[in-house]
């Protein structure tokens, strides 16, 4: 099994991102599953706006799209930006919006035998609403999203303080990180062994 992790923070390596360390962390977590990981931060790749495979013109989303075809476990991770997930979260969710009218070749939706997971942080309030978007986006588009299948941390209202900067992780996002792992390598073996039937 393998887990290709997205972080859509908006800020550009080498910058310091509180979702890369709590995407890093569920990584962490499906590793005690003897799923392998990679992590790679959106914003840093030239993605173009579009809904196709490809939109030209130096467009490196065919090389990230592949790295989703080739993985079992997608982790999306976003920040919260006024009660809203990162602009490059929506750009990512409308260039998998093509996948929808794909299918492999007994007629499946060509993502239905993947597993979706959620990660959001932030200062602000949030992230109850962008994780539903995200749970609605990605099952539209073919995934499965698994039991308690998310993770968050919110801030408080108003203040600086990041998850980056926290002494140490909270106890109850530690916790529901390794239920989200354990769920999520769970639900992908089962669906390795036994796809979705296809189309009668």
Same mark, same amino acid.
């Not at 962008?130 to 609605?136: N, V």
């Given at each position: 099994?393998? !887990?290709?992790?997205?972080?859509?923070?908006?800020?550009?390596?080498? #910058?310091?991102?509180?979702?890369?360390?709590?995407?890093?962390?569920?990584?962490?977590?499906?590793?005690?599953?003897?799923?392998?990981?990679?992590?790679?931060? =959106?914003?840093?790749?030239?993605? @173009?706006?579009? *809904?196709?495979?490809?939109?030209?013109?130096?467009?490196? +989303?065919? #090389?990230?799209?592949?790295? *989703?075809?080739?993985?079992?476990?997608? *982790?999306?991770?976003?920040?919260t +930006?006024?009660?809203?997930?990162?602009?490059?979260?929506? @750009?990512?969710?409308?260039?998998?919006?093509? %996948?929808?009218?794909?299918?492999?070749? %007994?007629?499946?939706?060509?993502?239905?035998?993947? =597993?979706?997971? $959620?990660?959001?942080?932030?200062?602000? /309030?949030?992230?109850? !609403?962008? $994780?539903?978007?995200?749970?609605?986006?990605?099952? /539209?588009?073919?995934?499965?999203?698994?039991?308690?299948?998310?993770?968050? +941390?919110?801030g408080?209202?108003?203040?600086?303080?990041?998850?980056?900067?926290?002494?140490?992780?909270? %106890?109850? *996002?530690?916790? $529901?990180?390794?239920?989200l792992? @354990?769920?999520? !390598?769970?639900?992908a073996?089962?669906?390795? %062994?036994?796809?979705?039937?296809?189309?009668?």
């Open positions: 099994m393998h !887990a290709l992790a997205f972080n859509c923070t908006l800020s550009p390596s080498p #910058e310091p991102s509180s979702t890369e360390l709590l995407n890093s962390q569920v990584l962490q977590a499906l590793a005690a599953h003897d799923v392998t990981g990679e992590q790679i931060r =959106v914003v840093d790749h030239d993605v @173009r706006p579009g *809904v196709l495979d490809d939109m030209g013109d130096g467009d490196q +989303w065919p #090389e990230l799209r592949q790295k *989703v075809l080739d993985a079992d476990i997608l *982790v999306f991770g976003t920040p +930006w006024m009660g809203h997930m990162s602009s490059v979260a929506q @750009r990512v969710l409308e260039r998998l919006d093509n %996948e929808i009218s794909l299918t492999d070749d %007994e007629g499946r939706p060509i993502l239905a035998g993947k =597993v979706a997971v $959620t990660v959001v942080v932030g200062n602000e /309030d949030g992230a109850h !609403a962008i $994780t539903a978007d995200l749970d609605q986006a990605l099952t /539209d588009v073919g995934f499965t999203i698994p039991s308690q299948g998310g993770v968050y +941390w919110n408080e209202a108003m203040q600086s303080t990041d998850y980056k900067d926290l002494p140490q992780t909270p %106890e109850k *996002v530690a916790s $529901t990180t390794a239920t792992a @354990r769920h999520a !390598a769970h639900l073996r089962l669906l390795a %062994e036994s796809p979705y039937p296809p189309p009668a």
